[in-house]
């Protein structure tokens, strides 16, 4: 595999032990990116996460990873603290990755379970998209970000379609995609990029826990040209394409990655 980065580039990973953010870890990394993943997994989980995270390591870059809660102050300024000894003087954050999937998925009437609250929305705006804001704001104030820097975060076509259960998630990747329009607007004058990734329907842990799930998939595959879902390595091969130099012209795009299956 060819090393496209240089040594001193670095992705931040927000949520990179499993699923899309994982899948997008692997593939920087295989083109030389040194990869800072931040998760919040159990004990139990480490085990299985720490098999990928050696082969991250395989492709001969660096990798350090947290388990630790993002959305907390105190454990964010952490992790802050302690990439900044590992940037040094020359490291740089080519890429902040925002793959956070923690969001309240009831129904807003009541039935067998309690309906929807203000609080839910609340708690699920504030982890899928707030704290896309709050860390790349504070990247920035750190001046931890490279001059050429791609701020990338992953939405769904339920931020504007209307599913059962999926009302806070759908504020959240409404209000994310806001967001991004408006880092992508103000933060250009200082080599900024951002963009948002509109992934296909993709069989992860995340998508199992939506009600329903099996018929979304059967649903998919009938609107897919493919005919297939979304694969996560497809997903990650867009995420890596944007942080090319080439794609320094893409900005403030909501970027569907679903081989068309948004067509119908």
Known sequence: MV?????NDWALVLGGSRGLGLASAKKLAKH???????HRDRKSDIPEIEKHFS??????????????????????????NELKIIL??????????????????????????????????????????????DWFKSLFEEQFLAEDSRIISFTSEGGRRPLKNYAAVSAAKASLEAI???IALEFAPFGVRANCIQ???TDTQSLRMI????????????????GRLTQEEDVANAVYLLCKKEASWINGSIIPVDGGEHLS
Not at 32 to 38: L, R, S, Y
Not at 94 to 110: D, Q
Not at 211 to 226: E, L, V, Y
């Open 199 to 201: 992934a296909g329907v």
């Open 211 to 226: 009600p329903g799930s099996d018929q979304i998939k059967k649903h998919a595959i009938r609107r897919n040209p493919f």
């Open 88 to 133: 040094g003087n020359e490291g740089k954050v080519k890429c902040l990755l925002h793959s956070v999937a923690k969001g309240n998925l009831k129904p807003m009437t009541e039935g067998e379970s309690s309906s929807l609250t203000v609080l839910d929305f609340e708690i699920t705006i504030q982890a899928m998209a707030l704290s896309l804001y």
């Open 32 to 38: 030389g990116m040194n990869i800072c993943i931040v």
């Open 55 to 80: 082969e991250i390591r395989q492709s001969k870059v660096d990798l350090i990873s947290f388990n630790r809660d993002l959305l907390r102050p105190e454990h964010k300024r952490e992790v802050l």
């Open 180 to 182: 991004t329009r408006n």
């Open 3 to 7: 090393k496209e980065f240089g040594n």
